[in-house]
């Protein structure tokens, strides 16, 4: 028999974790653990629903505590823990335009400001920088370094090889009328809903989830099923395969009816682009290009780039593929199939609504948010190479008002994270995008991409790249300025890429990355290298 004290409310068994890990856990965590037969729930006397702390503790033990232990050793004694910021919610991490659209390879906000504001610990000795200072990035990415700066008051100058790394960043830092933007975006997802309405049979999609979720009841109930799995009790592959052909065969008529309701408004089928035919359902496409048309058609140019933002992080979300492969696409995925992650029968997203409806009431709220934190500062975003752009022309040109200052007092210093070598190909992560928006796609200026390899040829040129770089912005960073490079330097190149940049190691500063939101979730250490001119 079970005692009442071993059994939490979700809200209780929050509070208990809370206070066990050193870290907020939420209701929602303890539900997930529930949702994903991670541990067991149970009923009191009032049918209510509870964990059991034992379950809990165990399932802690096992799956945080013991392996952050096994992290520690394996990635070494000489770690700053505290920059783990493993503390954090993944509110935290994402906050306010941070989240405006998915990007992998970024850094987190928080490592930024450590390096940026004005504190000091046992660890960071002194203050590097102060506010109305100019902080540069070279390899800019999705903005996170001129972001943070214009929050602490700072200027900021950042270069990115990608136009499309560049249109994020610049819909992030720009100022807003934000009610008329608040106003624009939802008369334009207002439209989109109209034409989609007509468009398209809106009961199918109803029915649809209708069956699905009246199959699964039946033969995925949750979290029983997982239980099951996760006690050998059923042959995962087997059982699934089975089912979902008896989905497929039972709904083969309905499945078939799938189609437009207004077939002479559809845009051609040979003028779409190769991976959104490819990548993308009928109706998908379809909404995707109305949307785009309204984007077009708006004349005020940041309200454009925010519709597009928008827009690319809708189709992001609404590409035709499992739920587990959407970080990483391998084959295109039509109709329903099992689901992996979820255990039971899905479907691929078969309408952008849902998505674009959620995505423009989250890009005004963030950026609303944003606007009243940021401080009066300048930014400037180049697209272009950083191993040649000339700063102070670029400047001068598309931002006269902070060329003004710079002049006066030259870039104070530098905080980036470059590429990892061979471990992501930047535009190709993006590939939807450069072609809704028909940019120019510059591959072969990227350092140190996966479709390179990381082999000993690619390392070399990955040194050489990164030297290049950091010599050219060299010239427009006062003598005595500070260089911190981001850096999974697994490799050991980064000596060698200070020698040949005529910088020097003053001191590292490793930290272990706990927090991925990839699949592939091992830790790994980071070291943020503090250079300056020989």
């Known amino acids: 028999m079970r005692l009442k004290s071993e ?98 390879g970024k850094f987190i906000p928080q490592l930024v400001e450590y390096f940026l504001d004005n504190r000091v610990n046992k660890f960071k000795k002194e203050a590097f920088f102060k506010e109305g200072d100019i902080i540069l990035d070279p390899f800019l990415g999705s903005g996170t370094t001129i972001i943070q700066a214009s929050e602490l008051g700072m200027h900021s100058i950042g270069i990115d090889v990608s136009e499309f790394n560049c249109l994020i960043s610049k819909v992030k830092s720009d100022d807003y009328n934000t009610l008329e933007l608040d106003h624009i975006l939802k008369d334009a997802l207002s439209k989109m809903i ?52 008896q989905f497929l065969e039972e709904n083969k008529a309905f499945l078939n009816r799938n189609g437009a309701n207004d077939k002479a408004t559809l845009l051609g089928e040979n003028s779409i682009p190769g991976f959104i035919t490819k990548w993308f359902s009928k109706r998908i496409k379809q909404e995707l290009f109305f949307y785009l048309k309204l984007t077009e058609s708006m004349k005020d140019e940041k309200i454009r780039n925010a519709m597009r933002v928008i827009l690319s992080r809708t189709a992001r979300s609404c590409r035709a593929t499992t739920h587990s492969d959407l970080a990483t696409l391998k084959e295109p995925q039509e109709g329903p199939y099992y689901c992996s992650k979820h255990r039971k029968i899905c479907t691929p ?25 940021k401080k009066k500062a300048y930014s400037s975003i180049i697209h272009g190479d950083s191993r040649s752009a000339d700063i102070f022309e670029i400047v001068k040109s598309e931002n006269p008002e902070l060329y003004k200052i710079l002049e006066r007092q030259k870039i104070a210093g530098v905080f980036t994270s470059p590429p990892y070598v061979g471990q992501i190909d930047y535009h190709e992560q993006h590939a939807y995008a450069y072609e809704l928006f028909s940019i120019p796609r510059k591959d072969e200026k990227e350092i140190g991409p996966l479709s390179r390899g990381n082999g000993k040829q690619a390392r070399d040129e990955y040194v050489e790249g990164i030297s290049k770089v950091l010599l050219n912005i060299s010239r427009f960073v006062k003598d005595d300025g500070d260089f911190f490079i981001v850096a999974n330097d697994k490799y050991n190149l980064y ?22 939101t990839e699949r592939d979730r091992q830790p790994y250490a980071e070291i943020i290298f503090h250079m300056k001119k020989v």
Do not use: M
């Not at 096994?70 to 935290?92: C, I, V």
């Not at 989250?362 to 009243?372: H, M």
């Not at 000596?495 to 991925?516: D, G, T």
């Open 7 to 104: 059994l939490f409310s979700f809200k209780e068994a929050a509070e208990w974790a809370s206070k066990y890990l050193d870290r907020e856990v939420t209701p929602t965590n303890i539900s997930y653990l529930v949702q994903y037969a991670k541990i067991r729930k149970y009923y009191d006397e009032q049918n209510k629903v509870k964990v059991d702390k034992g379950e809990l503790r165990d399932y802690y033990d096992q799956n945080i505590i013991k392996k952050q232990e096994a992290w520690k050793k394996s990635l070494g004694k000489d770690l700053n823990w505290a920059l783990s910021f493993d503390q954090l919610r993944e509110a935290d991490t994402t906050k306010h335009v941070h989240r405006l659209h998915p990007y992998k």
């Open 194 to 245: 109209g034409f989609s309405n007509k468009t398209f049979d809106e009961k199918f999609e109803t029915e649809l989830k209708e069956r699905l979720s009246e199959f699964n009841e039946k033969y995925f109930p949750n979290p029983e099923f997982k239980y099951k799995i996760k006690e050998g009790k059923i042959n995962e592959e087997e059982y699934a395969d089975e089912k979902l052909k």
């Open 349 to 373: 997203i078969n309408t952008i609504i849902k998505h674009l409806r959620r995505n423009t009431y989250d890009t005004v709220k963030r950026l609303k948010t944003y606007s009243n934190l």
């Open 495 to 516: 000596p060698f890429i200070a020698e040949k940049s005529n910088l020097k190691i003053v001191n590292q500063f490793k930290r272990p990355v706990l927090n991925r």
